[in-house]
């Protein structure tokens, strides 16, 4: 029997909104160590998905102007800093205003290798699971590691 | 704060080895159990020679359909990774990593290995793809 997406997803799956804001997608992102999150209407259609680097992009022209902040805040290796944390809490923006809509997903019955294949020339680490263009799982790298590490002999 | 040695942010003291005739299943176990997202591959006098990384298991590996019960990891790591002194920078790290395309810097006194750093290491969120912000790192 031939492992499947369905077989090692994480499910369910932690989605957000479209209306959710910033502050607490960031929150979010850093207290599960995940690199982007799926966003759904509330009844778990997938329209989109919002990664760190969308969050971050506005901010390009202030990275200039806050050179050192910016640096201390990538160096120093702690938790979300209360100073980033307020500045994003004055940004208005909404999952909708941000994330990305042309979103890379998988099905239940997909192999792992290709699986691996998407992620590996996407260069991405998440993909959302659909059933019925419904998010019902994520399966990342992470997840795909555990995969080969688990049994090997079912993965092709 | 920027001036970090990355000898204060090592978390690992002893970073998790194999050798190059381990399997990449074997890698994989070590990975998932200890979670971490690199193997250093050692010689049998643990000088470094490759590194393995959850990235490579998933396009060299899985993408390519090899038997992850019989590749081994001398087949598949990446050959003499870059490295860096432990009392180098966190700056020099992420700069190293941001010109690589690489996200693990073994660390070595010598011949000696003391450490591995991720990208993960130096923060959450915003340890930013700002590294992908080629603006940002134009201002460096």
Request: charged share 25%; aromatic share 4%; glycine share 6%.
């Amino acid at each position: 029997m031939t492992i499947t997406a369905a077989d090692i997803m994480t499910a369910p799956a932690v989605v957000v909104l479209p209306e959710t804001n910033m502050a607490e997608i960031a929150s979010l992102l850093a207290s599960k160590h995940f690199s982007a999150v799926p966003v759904c209407r509330a009844d778990n259609t997938l329209v989109g998905i919002v990664s760190e680097s969308d969050i971050l992009k506005p901010f390009r022209e202030s990275v200039r102007a806050r050179r050192d902040w910016w640096l201390g805040v990538i160096a120093e290796g702690e938790a979300l800093p209360q100073d980033f944390l307020d500045y994003l809490r004055q940004d208005t923006r909404t999952a909708a205003d941000v994330m990305v809509r042309h979103v890379h997903t998988a099905t239940e019955g997909t192999s792992l290798p290709e699986l691996a294949e998407v992620m590996i020339k996407q260069g991405i680490k998440r993909l959302p699971v659909l059933r019925d263009s419904k998010v019902v799982g994520v399966v990342s790298r992470s997840d795909l590691v555990a995969a080969i590490a688990q049994s090997p002999a079912m993965l092709v | 704060m920027t001036n970090r040695k990355l000898a204060e942010i090592i978390r690992r003291p002893n970073p998790v080895t194999l050798p190059m005739s381990a399997t990449v299943q074997e890698a994989c176990r070590l990975m998932r159990d200890h979670r971490i997202g690199a193997i250093l591959v050692t010689e049998e006098d643990g000088r470094l020679v490759g590194l393995f990384t959850g990235r490579d298991a998933v396009g060299r590996v899985l993408a390519e359909a090899l038997d992850p019960a019989t590749t081994t990891l001398g087949a598949v790591m990446t050959v003499q990774p870059d490295t860096l002194k432990p009392t180098a920078t966190a700056i020099d790290a992420l700069r190293m990593m941001q010109d690589g395309g690489y996200r693990h810097l073994p660390l070595m006194n010598g011949a000696q290995i003391v450490g591995i750093v991720s990208h993960g290491d130096f923060c959450g969120l915003e340890r930013a793809r700002l590294d992908e912000e080629t603006g940002f790192w134009e201002i460096l």
